[in-house]
């Protein structure tokens, strides 16, 4: 499997998902009983590659490694697809044996291997049609099948299927609620008439769970990226007016802050052309100056002016000062001599 390009339903899922809790969250969804998920120890980040034939790599979505309660390992493999795939089941035998004969050759003297378990989220617009099981690919006569199925290959493949669960069970997986908010908004961005901003709104208290947790802010803001790349038309002041219902205005700010500054190292990270660089630094500039009118009340032609000639390292400065500074001079001071900002609330300036 050759290495995908990046795209934001990749992004959104790594991000979230690369995170061991979250991905726990996963097997209950795909249907692993509560007791197997239960007697895995603590999962850990591993290798997202193993060694085939022809020294090729092959490439996963996302790898972790756990100890069982009792004795032995577990290895699972997370694959995120947004299109069926009629070998699936082959695809994820494939997988699980070479992490088998990856494992061997770093441990060649153990007399056991581990479990290996393949997992499929699928993202797809439809729902999957295919089939789950290695044994309904084999051509087999139906009367030889089960004399033969002992003796077979055998794979029954887990999987999310996001087209045929109901949003209201996603909001009951039990799990972190970063963890149901992505699936939710993987699940609406699917939908050619899903409406992604109303997954703020629905899943509103996961987003109030979520901003409450250390790097919450950051971690709501991989949601609001993913809303702006997948839905042409948004921009940052509409997903904060669907935000702000279910936020209130001060976490807000701070949420767009952190988002339009992403979208800005996004931009420079990614060696985009200058234009569109300046669109990303647009969509900045009008959410900050909303920021400060409702701190600092109408602004002047001269502070209107300052807004429209910054530069986008400017503007992310000041994103960050708007949140804390008691004036507006403080706001739009020369980055060198900025003070810092004094303790207490927020006053209009005069």
Not at 91 to 114: G, I, K, Q
Not at 165 to 174: D, G, V, Y
Not at 209 to 221: C, Q, S, T
Not at 292 to 309: D, I, K, M, P, V
């Amino acid at each position: 499997m050759r290495r995908r390009s990046p795209n934001p339903h990749d992004r959104l899922f790594k991000a979230v998902f690369s995170v061991p809790a979250n991905a726990r969250a996963l097997l209950l969804g795909a249907g692993l009983p509560a007791a197997v998920v239960d007697a895995l120890g603590r999962l850990r980040p591993a290798p997202g590659s193993a060694v085939g034939h022809g020294l090729t790599e092959v490439h996963r979505d996302l790898v972790f490694s756990s100890r069982l309660r009792g004795r032995g390992s577990l290895r699972l493999l997370i694959e995120h697809q947004r299109r069926e795939q009629a070998w699936m089941p082959l695809r994820a035998l494939r997988y699980a044996a070479r992490e088998l004969e990856a494992w061997v050759r770093r441990h060649p003297r153990s007399p056991r291997l581990p479990a290996v378990l393949p997992l499929v989220l699928h993202q797809g617009r439809r729902p999957w049609s295919g089939e789950r099981r290695l044994s309904g690919l084999l051509d087999v006569p139906p009367d030889l099948r089960e004399a033969l199925g002992p003796h077979l290959p055998g794979l029954d493949l887990p999987l999310l299927d996001l087209g045929t669960t109901p949003l209201a069970t996603l909001q009951r997986l039990p799990g972190p609620p970063l963890a149901r908010l992505a699936l939710a908004a993987l699940k609406l961005a699917a939908e050619p008439q899903g409406d992604l901003l109303g997954v703020f709104e629905l899943a509103a208290a996961d987003v109030r769970a979520v901003v409450r947790r250390p790097g919450g802010h950051d971690a709501l803001g991989e949601v609001v990226r993913y809303a702006l790349s997948v839905r042409r038309g948004l921009d940052l002041e509409q997903v904060g007016e669907r935000l702000e219902r279910v936020l209130g205005r001060r976490a807000h700010e701070v949420v767009m802050g952190s988002t339009a500054q992403k979208l800005i190292d996004e931009g420079r990270a990614e060696g985009r052309a200058e234009g569109r660089a300046e669109g990303r630094a647009e969509g900045v500039r009008e959410v900050l100056e909303r920021q400060l009118r409702a701190r600092f009340g109408e602004l002047s032609r001269a502070a209107r002016r300052r807004l429209q000639t910054a530069d986008p390292d400017t503007l992310v400065a000041w994103t960050e000062r708007v949140l804390t500074a008691e004036r507006l001079e403080d706001v739009l001071a020369p980055a060198r001599t900025a003070p810092r900002a004094r303790r207490g609330g927020s006053r209009k300036a005069r």
